[in-house]
């Protein structure tokens, strides 16, 4: 657990303004932060963060002599693992999106909470100490952590969990075994896919087939193809899919719907590399890389050996590619909000219209099941209907309450209360009793500059009382 007062954390405080620079002081002290540096000159900002371990930077817009924009830029360039937060007063959504580009871990418009500030705060710490783990265990530096952009064009995301998912894939870019990916329904799963295809840089096709609505003998001819006269109506040789895809990829979406068997033609192709066209007994040996993907719990299945064979689920997990699901990466849905408007509006020639930060909060409240396959939906309703210039929370509210309704009709009508609570935000986790009244005594004594009988006073107990709990803390 995150110990705000620890040492090690370290907040650099960059605006123009002092008034602002000693407001943020406050509110990082009554959290409990030790170590504050302010900064009111932008261009001493590299200087500073050289000389600070793993700092956290809180960085105002607005400033003379280096803009906030041209500052983020600059420390993205030198020192990519350092966790920006933007704080503004512009709340204008383009503004935050190209923020976002550039590397900012979040952007706060002011007024800003104190919830906002600290879960802000906790979870750039929190990204900021992952990555440096995840990088030192693989022996690599930040700078060199960068992976082959173009195959993951069109991806849009500035989430560390989806980075750790490109480094997992360019690793394992030159391997032909089978590699699974595993996450809900619209969560990316095909265009990962294909960047694991295009990372390999091989020659062949990518092939895409559901294999969901395929019997066993349409699976068989589908991906095996036939020989003329196989079966009534094969008029001719068809080759199958797997031959369409030699020195390439195959994808097979929805893998865990598959009949059982079709489970053992599939295992015995990955086991033996050979397989048969219907109608024939010549072996056709399989030059396709398999990749398959499914939303269903197949781990699960296979380990309770039901609907899926645990040793078709071993044979094909070689590689195994985890997405998390849009409600765990939340600070990806401006960039796709962005995106995806631009992209409605391309089609329907009209120019993208903005997005108010209503609407935005509004759908960063949402739950998302359908992930980003539903955050599109909404935003190319929402593009098609909005005539004034400006997609608002009012365009968006109705579809969502509408999907609000469906998720709690799904959980057996108990209303959903995903939102963390303020102090949950604060503390990463709800917080026990003791640990509120050890929150308020350490308040207290603030306040009241050490002072205990004061302190007492604000606590509502007696001195005695406060002496008392003071005593079993340095005890304990
Ligand atoms: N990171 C992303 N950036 C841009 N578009 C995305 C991203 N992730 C998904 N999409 C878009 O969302 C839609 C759903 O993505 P995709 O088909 O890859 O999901 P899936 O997990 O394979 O879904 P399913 O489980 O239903 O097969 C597609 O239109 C895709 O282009």
């Known amino acids: 657990m995150l110990n705000l007062n620890d040492k090690n954390v370290h907040i650099v405080l960059v605006d123009d303004e002092q008034a602002e620079l000693d407001a943020y002081r406050f509110l990082l002290e009554s959290m409990g932060v030790r170590q504050i540096t302010q900064v009111n000159d932008s261009l001493q900002v590299l200087a500073t ?20 924009q041209e500052v983020l830029a600059a420390i993205k360039e030198k020192m990519p693992q350092v966790p920006v937060i933007i704080c503004t007063a512009n709340s ?62 069109g991806i849009i ?24 990916i595993l996450g809900e329904t619209g969560s990316g799963k095909e265009q990962l896919a ?23 003998t349409l699976f068989a001819d589908t991906l095996f193809g036939h020989r003329k006269g196989a079966f009534t109506g094969a008029s001719g040789d068809r080759p199958g899919l797997i031959e369409k895809a030699a020195g390439g990829t195959i994808f097979l979406d929805e893998i865990g719907d598959l009949s059982e068997a079709s489970q053992v033609k599939l295992l015995r192709l990955l086991q033996e590399g050979i397989y048969y066209s219907l109608g024939s007994d010549a072996p056709k040996q399989c030059r396709a890389r398999i990749v398959a993907a499914t939303n269903l719990d197949l781990v699960g299945m296979a380990a309770q050996q039901q609907g899926f064979r645990r040793d078709l689920y071993y044979r094909l997990s070689t590689h195994l590619i985890k997405v998390p699901p849009l409600r765990e990466r939340r600070e990806d849905i401006p960039l796709l909000v962005q995106h995806l408007v631009a992209e ?17 909060e509004l759908l960063m409240s949402h739950p998302f099941p359908g992930n980003i396959r539903e955050l599109k939906t909404y935003l190319f309703d929402a593009v098609a209907r909005c005539g004034d210039g400006q997609i608002t929370d009012l365009l968006l509210q109705e579809r969502l309450a509408g999907a609000h309704a469906e998720i709690s009709a799904a959980s057996g009508g108990q209303a959903i209360n995903a939102a963390a609570s303020p102090l949950e935000s604060l503390l990463g986790r709800f917080p026990s009793l003791e640990e509120l009244a050890e929150f308020a005594v350490s308040q207290a004594l603030a306040k009241s500059g050490n002072n205990q009988s004061q302190a007492a006073r604000l606590l509502g107990i007696s001195k005695q009382a406060l002496h008392k709990r003071l005593k079993k803390r340095e005890d304990s």
């Open 194 to 216: 294909r960047a694991v295809h295009l990372s390999s840089g091989v020659s062949g096709e990518f092939v895409a087939v559901d294999v969901s609505g395929l019997d066993d």
């Open 344 to 360: 409605a509006a391309a089609g329907l020639q009209k120019t993208p219209p903005s997005v108010s930060i209503a609407a935005l």
């Open 157 to 180: 995301t500035r989430s560390p969990a989806m980075e750790g998912v490109f480094q997992y894939i360019e690793a394992i870019s030159r391997s032909r075994q089978p590699a699974l």
């Open 49 to 68: 963060l050289e000389q600070i371990p793993s700092p956290v930077v809180f960085l105002d817009l607005n400033m003379p002599r280096m803009s906030g």
């Open 92 to 153: 204008d959504i383009e503004t935050a999106v190209e923020c976002l580009k550039l590397g900012a871990h979040d952007y706060l418009v002011k007024p800003i909470s104190l919830n906002t500030f600290g879960s802000a705060l906790r979870n750039a710490l929190e990204i900021g100490a992952l990555r440096k783990e995840v990088l030192s265990l693989k022996g690599i530096s930040f700078s060199e952590g960068r992976y082959n952009s173009a195959a993951f064009e």
